[in-house]
């Protein structure tokens, strides 16, 4: 529930007021501090509480403090009242640290669950590939042994046994390469891009094209973080944007790696945002945050979209040959 | 000194209890948190977060269970000082614990107060509660090696 103009005029009111009380006691007392003061530096914290609940930001806090410590009498720089101005505001700041540390928990809890998506990705993409994949071959084997067996004509109804087989092979493979491509794992983020780039080019109906200057690899949180990112777009503009050009671009940054996934298509207007859509961009800025870096989504209807994204890289990975186009082939 | 005065626990040395009643009694427990602080030779900062620690369990024991206690004392593991602080109380406890531990489950701990802002505030936290028997949460804050003075 936001507070009302009125009592944010208040709560500033009500701060500077304690403020003053709280330095003049100080700039009057020469012993040990009274009981009293403990009192002041609570009201202190309460204040800090009641602003950091009502929405009141931390540098507001502080520019309450400034403009009431110019009119306190007694603050004398130095002195014993300047003094307890400052621990006057410490307190009323502290109800902030609490909520500062909790943001930075949220985000490496919010990191490692991503790698815990991946990880657990990858185990089905594998036990997709070796279980389903094995067990498939068998049935072929069984079949070709059966149709062995059969007069001719019955053979016919083999055949279309084996072409469903077939098919369910694809899809499992389509499926397992797209949980995680092996290509991230093995060569790196630009690689998988080309291969994710093909396969929409080839059945999506449209023309997607990689452009990148990396050479290196990056760590597998950043690249999977990007790949994740392009992945989302491409699924956007298929879905939504008619689009006949994408262009994926990739640029070594040095300390950072920049991506950005164009299309020509229609456009949206980001001020008027389905909800489907909309958790899609969320979870793209959700991903290049936790990583320390942003992503931005550009539209106009009649405009195209361009999704950029920088996410720091530091020195990790070892420099590595910028793979050759790649051609979809599973490890 | 407002309600709860300072009792000294019976094995006398540096233990403070402070019963918490009402607002005035939480006062009354930052002051004495603080001093001790001060003369384990906590910095301002610190000192700081040790009062806030005090107020949001003390808030907690007052608006949960009415009323309680706030203990505190020096604490000494191997060459390391600190401050051990516990808050208990009679009320009904917390049925679900990992939820009361969660941002999010209270207006106080949406904004990363409440328990879960203590517990990032301190060394070690500990809480003990089950729904009927009342709560107790205990606190350490080790001084940083720095500023440790010889006792």
């Known amino acids: ?331 | 000194m407002h309600g709860g005065w300072p009792q000294y626990a019976a094995d006398g040395g540096e233990s403070l209890r402070y019963e918490i009643a009402g607002e005035a009694d939480l006062v009354a427990a930052r002051d004495g948190a603080r001093r001790l602080a001060g003369q384990l030779g906590f910095a301002l900062g610190e000192t700081t977060l040790i009062a806030t620690a005090i107020t949001e369990l003390g808030r907690n024991i007052l608006m949960y269970a009415g009323a309680g206690e706030i203990t505190m004392s020096v604490s000494r593991g191997g060459l390391r000082q600190g401050l051990e602080i516990t808050a208990r109380d009679r009320g009904p406890g917390i049925g679900n614990l990992r939820q009361a531990l969660q941002d999010g489950y209270s207006t106080s701990s949406g904004l990363g107060l409440g328990l879960p802002g203590v517990r990032r505030l301190v060394d070690e936290f500990t809480i003990t509660s089950e729904a009927g028997s009342g709560t107790q949460v205990r606190i350490k804050k080790w001084l940083p090696v720095r500023q440790q003075r010889a006792s």
Not at chain 1, 169 to 175: G, I, K, P, T
Not at chain 1, 195 to 219: F, I, K, N
Request: with cysteine.
């Open chain 1, 1 to 331: 529930m936001s507070p009302t103009l009125q009592a944010v005029a208040d709560w500033k009111q009500e701060y500077a007021e304690c403020l003053e009380r709280h330095v003049q006691a100080a700039a009057g007392v020469r012993l040990a501090p009274a009981p009293q003061e403990e009192d002041r530096l609570e009201r202190a914290y309460e204040l800090g509480r009641r602003c950091l609940a009502g929405g009141q930001g931390l540098v507001e806090l502080a520019a309450w403090h400034r403009q009431a410590l110019r009119h306190c009498g007694g603050a004398v720089a130095g002195g014993p009242g300047a003094d307890a101005a400052a621990q006057f505001l410490c307190e009323a700041l502290a109800p902030f640290e609490m909520t500062h540390r909790g943001f930075a928990e949220a985000k490496l809890m919010l990191r490692r669950l991503h790698e815990l998506i991946e990880n657990e990705a990858r185990r089905i993409a594998r036990s997709l590939h070796d279980g389903a994949g094995q067990l498939l071959a068998a049935v072929h084997l069984q079949l070709d042994l059966l149709a062995a067996e059969l007069p001719a004509e019955a053979r016919e109804g083999i055949q279309s046994s084996r072409q469903l087989l077939d098919q369910v092979e694809a899809q499992l493979r389509d499926l397992a390469h797209e949980l995680r491509p092996a290509l991230l794992d093995h060569f790196g983020l630009v690689p998988a891009l080309r291969a994710l780039a093909e396969g929409y080019s080839q059945r999506g109906g449209m023309d997607v094209t990689v452009t990148a200057s990396l050479g290196r690899r990056l760590s597998p949180a950043v690249e999977a973080a990007l790949y994740r990112i392009v992945q989302e777009a491409l699924i956007n503009v298929h879905k939504h944007a008619q689009a006949g050009q994408v262009e994926i671009e990739v640029r070594d940054l040095g300390d950072a790696v920049f991506c950005r996934v164009h299309d020509d298509g229609a456009g949206f207007d980001p001020e008027n945002l389905a909800t489907g859509a909309g958790l899609g961009l969320y979870s793209m800025r959700e991903r290049a945050d936790a990583l320390g870096g942003r992503a931005e989504i550009r539209s106009a209807p009649g405009e195209g979209t361009s999704v950029e994204v920088a996410i720091p890289a530091g020195g990790n990975g070892a420099a590595a040959g910028v793979g050759a186009p790649g051609c979809g082939g599973e490890g």
